[in-house]
């Protein structure tokens, strides 16, 4: 069974940090392009972060650059997301997904395996 698991997330004031890990279990990703996602209340499940299966590429949002950093430990099966800076409208519940190439992508629609989720709150 393929399983993502989030965790890192919780409650910092505007301007602190966070990491974010996800680890994978059930299947290796080392071939598969990986990425985050976040999902606000009320909101579509936004693009934040891809990266590629060597961690060679990476991609940001326009939201994400220049604070956030994408990294993955192939290794230990895991990904990471560093976020710096942070905003109150950070604020979201903040999502791990996988493909199964590793075709670049960035649309949540072409993301099969994902987490349950781990929910970051950003206060001013």
């Known amino acids: 069974q393929v399983q993502l698991v989030e965790s890192g997330g919780g409650l910092v004031q505007a301007g602190g940090s966070l990491r974010l890990s996800c680890v994978a279990s059930?299947?290796?990703?080392?071939?598969?392009?990986m990425g985050w996602f976040r999902q606000a209340p009320g909101k579509e499940r936004d693009f934040v972060a891809a990266?590629?299966?060597?961690?060679?590429?990476?991609s940001y949002a326009d939201s994400a650059k220049g604070r956030f950093t994408i990294s993955r430990d192939n290794v230990k099966n895991t990904m990471y997301l560093q976020m710096n800076s942070l905003k109150p409208e950070d604020t979201a519940v903040y999502y791990c997904a996988a493909r199964t190439t590793s075709y670049w992508a960035i649309s949540p629609a072409d993301y099969r395996y994902w987490g349950q989720g781990t929910q970051v709150t950003v206060t001013s």
């Open positions: 990266i590629s299966w060597t961690g060679s590429s990476t």
């Open positions: 059930g299947r290796t990703f080392s071939r598969n392009v």
